[in-house]
């Protein structure tokens, strides 16, 4: 699978301290080898967002992005927490 981090994505994630990161990138590396590992509670959004799906990465911190089956392909555009995304 192919994976692609939007500008927005990125952003957020250069602000994270270094712990995070690791944090995140081991996630993300989950998510490449099984994109439905149970440890990433991957689900699809509702409302506004319903185009989306999210997975967590950290505790309280989600990523969101939408999967291209027929390419498989990820694109990651946004990284927060449940509060910051979900207004």
């Known amino acids: 699978m192919r994976v692609v981090f939007k500008k927005s994505f990125v952003k957020k994630l250069d602000k994270c301290s270094e712990k995070i990161k690791i944090q995140i990138f081991g996630r993300l590396k989950i998510f490449r080898e099984n994109p439905n590992d149970l440890l990433l509670s991957r689900h699809r959004l509702s409302g506004k967002l319903a185009r989306y799906e999210s997975i967590n990465l950290s505790g309280d911190l989600r990523a969101i992005f939408v999967f291209y089956a027929e390419d498989d392909l ?14």
């Open 74 to 87: 990820a694109v990651f555009y946004l990284l927060g927490t449940h509060s910051e995304l979900y207004k």
